[in-house]
């Protein structure tokens, strides 16, 4: 599921509300809905959304976006606090750039309190905006929310033949302790190495395909179960099998 991170201190994240630490996992399943914004040009689409792990219980702050040859975009939240900017130089001040991914350190929640980090980043809706190379404005928003939804529980069954299927149960309420916000799963992605697949929320099981299996070591195998909630955000819980 992960890919190559670049991740700045996390001691800039306690900085100036909000400061997001860049690095890189995977692009959210769920599509992201981008509402228009005036004449100016839109983003393809913008996220800004948590990600919980309720396994190893920390929390962080993802952003995906997509648009056609920018050199620049910042993110402002409602309190018109920057949080977030880039700036292309070089051939990409030029040509521009389109996709942009990354997600905030993501401290434990042992260590660094929920009600500190859900104040970094206070509900409401953030702007994105930046130019394009042309020399247009370029913009989107999402309404970013504190309805994080709990980490399912996880089941692996392993049978003859390379057989393999991970079972979870639904989830419908946030975890203990986080705000009593309303959860509506859209759906839960499964990721098995390099095997990943998104499931709508009516979904508890999948079986993973023979061959993928076959194609693993043996000994203990990781793999993950993703809950998404409408807002975007979304909550992992972890799992092993044994191949």
């Known amino acids: 599921m992960k890919h190559s991170k670049l991740i700045l201190s996390f001691g800039s994240l306690a900085l100036a509300l909000g400061s997001i630490i860049v690095a890189a996992r995977a ?28 396994s190893a219980n920390d929390l962080g702050v993802h952003v995906t976006l997509d648009g056609e040859n ?7 939240n409602p309190s018109d606090k920057v949080l977030f900017e880039v700036r292309g130089r070089g ?13 905030g350190a993501e401290p434990s ?16 809706v953030y702007e994105f905006e930046g130019l394009t190379v042309g020399g247009d404005e370029i913009e989107g928003e999402w309404e970013f929310t504190h309805a994080i939804p709990d980490g399912p529980e996880v089941f692996a069954f392993v049978g003859r033949n ?13 975890p203990p302790g986080f705000p009593n916000e309303p959860i509506v ?12 697949v998104t499931l709508p929320a009516s979904a508890t099981s999948v079986t993973v395909p023979q061959e993928f299996v076959a194609s693993l070591a043996p000994g203990v ?19 092993t099998f044994v191949k």
């Open 70 to 76: 920018w050199k620049g975009l910042r993110i402002v």
């Open 27 to 54: 692009t959210p399943a769920q599509p992201p809905r981008t509402a228009p914004v005036g004449d100016d040009i839109q983003l393809s689409f913008s996220r800004i959304y948590w990600e919980y792990n309720s």
């Open 162 to 174: 390379n057989y393999l299927r991970i079972e979870w149960n639904p989830v419908t309420s946030p």
């Open 185 to 196: 799963i859209t759906g839960y992605q499964i990721i098995v190495g390099s095997f990943q």
């Open 109 to 124: 929640l042992d260590e660094f309190p929920l009600n500190h980090l859900l104040a970094l980043f206070p509900q409401g």
């Open 221 to 239: 195998q990781p793999f993950e179960v993703l809950a998404i909630d409408r807002s975007g955000n979304q909550t992992l819980t972890e799992g």
């Open 91 to 103: 051939p990409y001040k030029n040509l521009g750039m389109t996709e942009l991914f990354f997600e």
